[in-house]
């Protein structure tokens, strides 16, 4: 069984007829996201995390206690998706559909009523399809519904991505945020070199491990107003395609 979540709202599950969005739950989603992820650690090259090295360490990410870790059930900031593809057979991990990645709330805080959209790993059969923007349109329409009406009533949802990963920018731009600024120099990438990772493509700082690489970080937003204006009917409609 997972472990409770620690996570200040109640969340649930949420679908539409492509897509459904549940709890992740280590113990009947990691083998699966393990056995399809595994030959291509390439999905982590703009992440701060490694490719595990097995399902184990997977679910030892789930069931750390540290408080800061994006994926630990004990950092009260963070939740964590299974995203189920409804338009395929019924499968071990869920009777709707096949585990086809996740997607997570990360630095969420109910004092300022925002949250962060992050973790987002579209398992390489189910790339460039209905996939992302029905995943990610979802946790939109979760995060900024109402509580009355089981959502999370948050007023600002942030989005970051690498400036090398134009997939996710423009993922983002198409379900309504928009750009704030850059931020450089953002995450040090210890090794990187040697562990896969994308750098930011410029010169080091001086005295720097020459393994290492940095991200520079894209900043993006969407805030409640925008998405009850425009965004939202945006994001219906890309999800629609």
Request: aromatic share 10%; charged share 20%; net charge neutral.
């Amino acid at each position: 069984m997972a472990s409770p979540s620690v996570f200040p709202f109640h969340v649930g599950q949420t679908s539409n007829e492509r897509v459904k969005l549940i709890p992740f739950n280590p113990e009947r989603h990691c083998e699966t996201f393990f056995r399809i992820s595994s030959p291509h650690p390439e999905i982590y090259k703009h992440l701060p995390l490694l490719p595990p090295a097995s399902a184990t360490e997977l679910k030892s990410l789930f069931y750390s206690n540290s408080t800061s870790h994006i994926l630990s059930f004990s950092n009260p900031e963070s939740f964590a998706f299974a995203i189920i593809d409804k338009t395929r057979p019924p499968s071990p991990e869920d009777p709707e559909g096949e585990l086809a990645g996740t997607v997570s709330f990360i630095r969420t805080s109910p004092t300022n009523l925002c949250t962060e959209v992050g973790f987002i790993v579209i398992l390489p059969p189910y790339q460039r399809t209905h996939v992302a923007t029905n995943a990610v349109g979802l946790v939109l329409q979760l995060a900024f519904q109402s509580t009355e009406d089981g959502g999370l009533g948050l007023r600002r949802i942030h989005w970051s991505a690498s400036t090398m990963n134009l997939a996710s920018s423009r993922l983002a731009q198409r379900m309504g945020f928009e750009k704030v600024g850059i931020i450089p120099w953002h995450m040090r990438f210890v090794k990187g070199k040697i562990n896969g990772k994308v750098g930011n493509g410029r010169e080091l700082p001086p005295g720097s491990d020459p393994e290492d690489l940095w991200r520079d970080t894209l900043s993006l937003t969407l805030a409640w107003d925008r998405w009850e204006n425009d965004a939202r009917e945006r994001a219906v409609k890309a999800m629609e395609r």
